[in-house]
T-cell receptor
Framework: AQSVTQLDSHVSVSEGTPVLLRCNYS??????LFWYVQHPNKGLQLLLK??????LVKGINGFEAEFKKSETSFHLTKPSAHMSDAAEYFC?????????????FGTGTQLKVEL | SQTIHQWPATLVQPVGSPLSLECTVE??????LYWYRQAAGRGLQLLFY??????ISSEVPQNLSASRPQDRQFILSSKKLLLSDSGFYLC???????????FGDGTRLSIL
């Protein structure tokens, strides 16, 4: 069985400072991992994905994440936060099943960006 | 490019009334399709997924059902809504394999 733990339910940063959202996973197989962002009353938007290629993955809006197998982590980072980054972020592990794939979501990290 | 549409965006229904939420995908063929529910302050719960027309897998027992009458159409239904059915319903699609899912903008369902 696979699982995801997002270590912080809320993170607050100042605009222009770095962002770090932490995620640890558990999976029986070589996992595919994703980060999604959700703005209020909107669907989830894919930020980036890891599917067993390069361990440092670059995504949209300046975000990136590093897959560390030894630490079972997939933390999301951004060098400089912008006000528009304020949203909820979900770390997700994916598992193949019956022709489709099942996503297991973390409980989310609410990112607040202050002036 | 591929797009996914959900409607309505918001819906207020009385307890015991029926429900039909529709989701359509454009720009791709034979996608995997998914219905999720997101309750306030909680994560996403997978309700149903489909790998083809007429093929529905249910993840949780409940009074909801899903149907896929056409390749790119996915419908979530209920004959009688319960208060506990309130939430934010999201439809998603993906390619075959271990690929990310792409989400619609959701339907906010309130049961009175």
């Amino acid at each position: 069985a696979q699982s995801v733990t997002q270590l912080d339910s809320h993170v607050s940063v100042s605009e222009g400072t770095p962002v770090l959202l932490r995620c640890n996973y558990s999976s029986s197989y070589s996992p595919s991992l994703f980060w999604y962002v959700q703005h209020p009353n909107k669907g989830l938007q894919l930020l980036l994905k890891y599917t067993s290629a390069a361990t440092l993955v670059k995504g949209i809006n300046g975000f990136e994440a590093e897959f560390k197998k030894s630490e079972t982590s997939f933390h999301l980072t951004k060098p400089s936060a912008h006000m528009s980054d304020a949203a909820e972020y979900f770390c997700v592990v994916s598992e193949l099943t019956g022709g489709g794939n099942k996503l297991t979501f973390g409980t989310g990290t609410q990112l607040k960006v202050e002036l | 490019s591929q797009t996914i549409h959900q409607w309505p965006a918001t819906l207020v229904q009385p307890v015991g009334s029926p429900l039909s939420l529709e989701c359509t995908v454009e720009g791709t063929s034979n996608p995997n399709l998914y219905w999720y529910r997101q309750a306030a302050g909680r994560g996403l719960q997978l309700l149903f997924y489909s790998v083809g027309i007429g093929q529905i897998s249910s993840e949780v027992p409940q009074n909801l059902s899903a149907s896929r009458p056409q390749d790119r159409q996915f419908i979530l239904s209920s004959k009688k809504l319960l208060l506990s059915d309130s939430g934010f319903y999201l439809c998603a699609w993906s390619y075959r394999g271990n690929q990310p899912q792409h989400f619609g903008d959701g339907t906010r369902l309130s049961i009175l």
